[in-house]
């Protein structure tokens, strides 16, 4: 090849990762015209991906109208319930109607069977799909900036050339770390998620959770699941299967002195959760890092040539009881996809040209959203979140119940007698009850 | 409430892991460990705290070994391990964990 022949690009976009985040960028970028090809390291998209499984579908709705009708979704949420447990006790607040159902606002997916059908969206839109090879490394050249400019991939003995590299290579964001675009987070920003898919017939689910048909109920968890380890559990509903499973924050799993397989393993034999999974077959068992940073973890997202979408740029939300990545991730890809397309259209694709994806990301809910939620990393990071609490609720739910005879208090009493006697002090509970109306 | 057995089979890590599809990559390991780094840094007992799948464990004279095999690609380990005491980076593209589920 003559050195000009090497040079041209052989796309306009090159697009690392076949998640939600890639996918749908992917998707957008072909619908508007433009060359691209979608590359995943996985033999079939979504053969690496796992999540806890509930995807916030408002979005994706907007890419793909009607889609919770065509896609391989499990169950649509009716139901979140919200427990708080401590060794031998829960309590849980129940959250069932209607207003969940129509129109539809969460759904449960598992991501094996969901990802496949987003990356044949983007097929069927135009796109170009690469599966089963990993990318390397960028291919960079010196460029205006303190950074290279990013002008391709490397894939094996194989150089592909684009005007856009679009990193939705997920958490370990290593082709961003790869060129200074991003630093390695720290261990509090990173929670491990370690997950089972447990198999149980259609109608014991139904009637475990108290769902009918295709509906789902959705259990966050936190307390002695995670043996008082920052974090919790998800329990959710598919069609003929549980997603059960834990996330740990790093840095207080290590200090904890507990392995992640002793904490996942007791929360599946817990009290409060074994009824749920009583004879059922784990089908599968894996692991995958979450991003815990929310706001402060976003930084960078823009380069010279390249820009840097879903969890690669630290887009999640972690409000102690949900986690959100699925749907900011493709939040990203609708704002990248605007701003990758003007920067192409306008022959600018420097960090200059291409900054206008930050701006419609800036713009919209994805941002707005973790704006809103600022607070809550800082906030989960108190201790008292993952234990005592747990105990606060149950000894008050246990003086309002256990009938021994003794005149009953009012409500208000029983509440303060049961912070007494628990390991929460009054100023705590205020100070973290501020702390928490501000932060979630 | 009720305790008792635990609620759901198989219940080791191997067992679970069985269930697995994982296409091995016979040619070269993603995980590589500097012994000497990891001795020094205290790296060996945090890689086999973390790792969800088992893949490390310690030999009585600090040793740390890793069954790449079972890997399930989650990047806990290298988040964890001191600069220079782990190189690794994902299997090459095809191989390792194939989720069905997911
Ligand atoms: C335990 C757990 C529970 C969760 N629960 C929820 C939930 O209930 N709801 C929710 O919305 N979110 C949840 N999340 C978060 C959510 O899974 C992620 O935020 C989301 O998957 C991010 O999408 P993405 O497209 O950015 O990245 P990913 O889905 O991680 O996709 C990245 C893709 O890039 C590919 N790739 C990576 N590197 C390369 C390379 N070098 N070459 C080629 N391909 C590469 C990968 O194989 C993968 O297909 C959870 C996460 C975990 C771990
Ligand atoms: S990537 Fe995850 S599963 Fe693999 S060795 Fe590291 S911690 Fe264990």
Known sequence: MTEQAAGEPDFDVIVVGAGPAGSVTATLLARQGLSVVLVERGDTPGAKNLSGGVLYGRVLDEVFPGFVDQAPVERRITRHVTTFLTADSSVAIDYAGGPLAAPVNAVTVLRARFDPWLAERAEEAGAFLMPGVRVDSLLTEPGPGASPRVVGVRAGDDELRARVVVAADGVNSFLARSIGLRPKPPEHHLAVGVKAVVGLPRRVIEDRFGVTGDEGAAHAIVGDCTLGIGGGAFLYTNTESLSIGVVLRLDDLVRSGRTAVEVFEHCLAHPGLAPYLRDGEVLEYGSHLVAEGGLGMVGQVVGDGLVVVGEAAGLTINSGLTVRGMDLAIGSAVAAARGVGEAVAAGDTSATGLAAYRRHLDESFVMQDLRTYAKAPAFLERGRMYGAYGELAAGLFHDVFSLDGSPRRHLAATAWRAVRRSPVTIGQLMSDGWAGVRAL | ?102
């Open chain 2, 1 to 102: 409430m009720g305790g008792g057995a635990r609620a759901v089979n198989p219940q080791t890590t191997a067992e679970r892991l069985g269930h697995n599809r994982f296409v091995l990559d016979e040619a070269e390991s993603h995980i590589e460990i500097d012994q000497e780094v990891c001795r020094r840094t205290g790296t060996g007992k945090r890689l086999v705290a973390v790792c969800p799948a088992g893949v490390y464990s310690e030999l009585e004279d600090g040793t740390i070994l890793a069954e790449y095999a079972a890997c399930l690609e989650c990047g806990t380990c290298l988040a964890v391990a001191s600069p220079g005491a782990l190189r690794w980076h994902y299997p090459r593209g095809g191989f390792g964990v194939g989720f069905r589920e997911g």
